[in-house]
């Protein structure tokens, strides 16, 4: 560690354990953790030795829903390669002990330290636990369900044709095929075979399913 970075980790030390929320300060080239606060630690139930200890791929597996990483990972990425002194923001699901929900927190995170060539050697960042009662928690919430539903379901969506997410909109609905083919000038039979393949192709099970696809996809 250079001078300069150890001081300013001697000085973030100082106040780090009266802050409310986890300080947590990562090295870039290696993504080890060099230093998390008391309250960091006591939210993950660990010790900063058992968390160098684990590695980088260990911890974030262990205590973060990995998918939510498609969303900050590029933020992060660019604000390392960036030389301003910019802050990403973000929202993380964190799992802690004795809870089996994940927990969300509300993340910032910036350079702390950079090396004699101007480069980023150390990040910085802030994570809130957001109150699961609070209604901003629960839009939150259901913003990211949605977003992994997205993910996990669009290579099925894409499979579908531009008649068929037609249909697939009625069908959530609440139309019969009749009804559907009425709307649409089409065949009772051509109507109820679209709904069908849209079925298959979706994996629905139920109207319910329809209505999930449908509302993601802004078709409702």
């Known amino acids: 560690m250079d001078k300069t970075f150890t001081q300013k980790l001697s000085d ?11 300080l947590i300060i990562h090295e870039v080239e290696t993504l080890q953790i060099v230093y998390m606060n008391s309250v960091g630690l006591d939210i993950l139930g660990t010790t900063l030795d058992e968390l160098q200890a684990m590695g980088p791929e260990t911890y974030h597996v ?3 829903n990995t ?6 990972v590029p933020k992060i990425l660019h604000l390392i390669k960036s030389k ?6 973000y929202f993380q699901q964190v799992r802690v002990p004795d809870n089996p929900e994940w927990q969300l927190f509300v993340s910032n995170t910036k350079v702390f330290a950079r090396n004699e060539a101007g ?5 910085l960042t802030i994570a809130s636990r957001l109150d699961p ?6 839009k939150v919430n259901r913003l990211m369900h949605e977003i992994a539903f997205l993910r996990h379901n669009n290579l099925l969506f894409l499979t579908l044709t531009r ?6 909109k009625y069908i959530a609905m609440g139309m019969s095929s009749a009804e559907i083919s009425a709307k649409l000038f089409i065949a009772p039979a051509t109507a109820e075979t679209h709904r069908k393949n849209i079925k298959n192709k979706l994996h629905l099970k139920n109207n ?6 449908a509302q993601a996809y802004n078709l409702v």
């Open 67 to 72: 998918e939510d990483s498609n969303e900050y």
């Open 163 to 168: 008649r068929e997410k037609e249909i697939l």
């Open 119 to 123: 480069d980023a050697a150390y990040l």
């Open 84 to 89: 301003t002194q910019e802050q990403v923001s």
């Open 12 to 22: 973030i030390q100082s106040i780090a354990d009266d802050l409310p929320s986890a």
């Open 62 to 64: 262990k205590y973060f």
């Open 133 to 138: 009662v609070h209604h901003i928690t629960t």
């Open 208 to 213: 319910y399913d329809a209505v999930m696809f």
